[in-house]
Structures are given as C-alpha cells and as structure tokens.
C-alpha cells in the first residue's frame, strides 16, 4: 500500500515551453500532497504544498506564477511549470499523505531538462 | 539558514559493520523526524521515523537514536550491506492540526559499504 506515481518519468523540453507533471496517489486518498525539487547530488527542497480544493502554499522564493499547481481530487495533484528555462532543469519529487498521519510517501520523481 | 545538520556527507563501511549518521536540528517546533534511503534516478523511500517522547527506535537493521536536549538524532545500520549502498537522507516536520508540513532535509550522506 501507500503507492506515489509519477507521469511522466523524464520529459525534455524547449526552453519557453510549459510542462505539466502529474503526481498519483494509487491505493489510499491523499488530503495533502507537496512537491520537492533536487538538484544533482543535492538535497530535496521543499517548493509548495498541495490541498486538495484549496490553493497552493508555495515556500519562500518558489514562483507561484512560474510553478502552477492544482490538487483537483484526492489523488491527483499537477505541477506545471510555465515557460520553462534551463535553469529549472532538476529532477521533481511529490510526496502524500493522508489526514491525521505524518507519515509522507514519495513519488518516483520526474527528470526535467530543459534545452 | 539550515534547520537541519546532517554528517557525515559521505560515508564508506566495510560489510558487516556498523554505519553511523548524525543529524541536528534547530527548530525545537519540529516533533517528527524520518530518515529517507534514495537510490539514484529514484524518489526517497522511508526507513524510519521517531517522535520526541522517545529516545530510541529499532526496526530489523535500522535504529534510530534521539537526543532531545541536545537536538540531536542519529541513524545506525547494523550489520551493513553492499545493497545498502545509496543516498540517505535526515529529515524534520511539525504536526499541525493533525497533519504535518512539508519535510526540511538535511543535505544527505553518500553511504558506500565495501564487500
């Protein structure tokens, strides 16, 4: 149980494009979801935090109009990140959990490169 | 500012022996602290986690020791394996309203364990 998918595992794109990653919980309802970028050899940093029908809480310097994110159900939530620039070039990480448990399960992650 | 201290960066053990990472925190708020396994190209996966109201978990080869006046938490593996080769993360959170917030990583130990 507690399975985090991710879609798509890697994308490459132009730089100026928009790219949406889809993060799924599989076998259980997830209230909360957020999302961590990781650097090459670096740690995750927490970007925002998904609720479900609510609007996104992003941490401080991650551009919310840059980084769009909606958590339209209980097992879905979506990172877009608008007009893409090399430098957001990372590997993209969304974890859940369920109400009332702090335990937070991980996705697979997905490569971005943006060219 | 790094709420979260984690060392050593990386770590080589011979089989069978012991591999130890020390983490410290700053943020007396935190009340949850996980430790996260991440193979390369993959999301991080839970090992395990301990709350403040005790001062040590074991689970199979994986123990966790807590100190809560110094602010300190450590991760043991017992009996280390070339399998247990990979990226091992500290982490911290706060409950809230019967959730929890977003986790702050340390910066992550390279653990290579020599056949």
Known sequence: GAVVSQHPSRVICKSGTSVKIECRSLDFQATTMFWYRQFPKQSLMLMATSNEGSKATYEQGVEKDKFLINHASLTLSTLTVTSAHPEDSSFYICSAHTGGKETQYFGPGTRLLVL | ?115
């Open chain 2, 1 to 115: 500012q790094q709420q979260v201290k984690q060392s050593p960066q990386s770590l080589i053990v011979q089989k069978g022996g012991i591999s130890i990472i020390n983490c410290a925190y700053e943020n007396t708020a935190f009340d949850y602290f996980p430790w996260y396994q991440q193979f390369p190209g993959k999301g991080p996966a839970l090992l395990i986690a301990i709350r403040p109201d005790v001062s040590e978990k074991k689970e199979g080869r994986f123990t966790i020791s807590f100190n809560k006046s110094a602010k300190q938490f450590s991760l043991h593996i017992m009996d280390s394996q070339p399998g247990d080769s990979a990226t091992y993360f500290c982490a911290a959170s706060m409950s809230s309203g019967g959730g929890a917030d977003g986790l702050t990583f340390g910066k992550g130990t390279h653990l290579i364990i020599q056949p």
